[in-house]
Nanobody, 114 residues
Framework: QVQLVESGGGLVPPGGSLRLSCVVS????????MGWYRQVPGKERELVAE???????NYADSVKGRFTISRDSVKNMLYLQMNSLKPEDTAVYYC????????WGQGTQVTVSS
């Protein structure tokens, strides 16, 4: 059984930084695509960043140049470094992977506010 647990969210002022972490338990392949999504109330969950096969990374246009996704396949960890945060980045952030089916973590709240 695959489980994902996120951490690292919190309250940060505009321009600040946060690093989200996701620990994955269970058997996954090192090439399994993984990503970070976010959701605000009343809106659909959206892709923020992903790592797909071959190590290629993709980012939403709104976070390009500010966010960096990375993974440690040995430790089964996924990270999201978020810099130059803006109020519109406020959301619940979810870690996710796709291996036969879609798995989600419980989410971690990120609030960008002065």
């Amino acid at each position: 059984q695959v489980q994902l647990v996120e951490s690292g969210g919190g309250l940060v002022p505009p321009g600040g930084s946060l690093r989200l972490s996701c620990v994955v338990s269970g058997n996954i392949y090192s090439t399994t695509p993984m990503g970070w999504y976010r959701q605000v109330p009343g809106k659909e969950r959206e892709l923020v960043a992903e790592i797909i096969r071959g190590g290629q990374t993709n980012y939403a246009d709104s976070v390009k140049g500010r966010f960096t996704i990375s993974r440690d396949s040995v430790k089964n960890m996924l990270y999201l470094q978020m810099n130059s945060l803006k109020p519109e980045d406020t959301a619940v952030y979810y870690c996710s992977l796709m291996q036969l089916k879609r798995y989600w973590g419980q989410g971690t709240q990120v609030t960008v506010s002065s």
